[in-house]
Antibody, heavy 122, light 111 residues
């Protein structure tokens, strides 16, 4: 059974860096793409970015200058870093296993963590 | 504001059929990019419901079905049940924005 669990500080000050970890069990990190998605309170879903099975990354253009996704295969963990945060970055952050469809894309997300709420406030 | 537009809510009596639309444009659904659907129960993570326009993952009842035509997609729920009360999101890719996009979300209400 694939399970994902996000963790990290629930409160981050404006202008600081948001850092989250996603622990994965039941699947090999090196065999799949993994995606971070966020959801502001009462709002819709926003794709943040992904890390591929080969370790390459792709990010939402609106966040690209501030976001970094990485992985530690030995620890079975994914990481998300978002710099210079503002109140607009307040959201529940989800990590999700990603299935690549192929040329007709886009990928879809078949297993999700429960999410972790990050509030940006002084 | 999402580039994939969904009605804020749809409602139906238990046992009825409801349909959720996902309206896009020539840079996303109309460009042939696949559409996927997710169900989000209150306070939980989204759950994959439909992938590749019409395919159901194992464990998803056949009461849920997807379709695509032109620049729009739709999700149908037949035999509506109280447990189907949730938010539903469509997802695709937008070539102009060069990003994966989600619909604005639809709340399904079982009357």
């Amino acid at each position: 059974q694939v399970q994902l669990q996000e963790s990290g500080p629930g409160l981050v000050k404006p202008s600081e860096t948001l850092s989250l970890t996603c622990s994965v069990s039941g699947a090999s990190i090196g065999s799949y793409y993994w995606t971070w998605i966020r959801q502001a309170p009462g709002k819709g879903l926003e794709w943040v970015g992904y890390i591929s099975s080969m370790g390459g990354t792709d990010y939402n253009p609106s966040l690209k200058s501030r976001v970094t996704i990485s992985r530690d295969t030995s620890k079975k963990q994914l990481s998300l870093m978002l710099t210079s945060v503002t109140a607009a970055d307040t959201a529940v952050y989800f990590c999700a296993r990603t299935q690549v469809v192929g040329p007709t894309g886009p990928p879809y997300f078949d297993y999700w963590g429960p999410g972790t709420l990050v509030t940006v406030s002084s | 504001q999402s580039v994939l537009t969904q009605p804020p809510s749809v409602s139906g009596a238990p046992g009825q059929r409801v349909t959720i639309s996902c309206t896009g444009s020539s840079s996303n659904i109309g460009a042939g990019h696949a559409v996927h659907w997710y169900q989000q129960l209150p306070g939980t993570a989204p759950r994959l419901l439909i992938y590749g326009h019409i395919n159901r993952p194992s464990g998803v009842p056949d009461r849920f079905s997807g379709a695509t035509s032109g620049t729009s997609a739709s999700l149908a729920i037949t035999g509506l049940q109280p447990d189907d009360e949730a938010d539903y999101f469509c997802q695709s890719y937008d070539s102009s924005l060069r990003t994966y996009v989600f619909g604005s979300g639809t709340k399904v209400i079982a009357l």
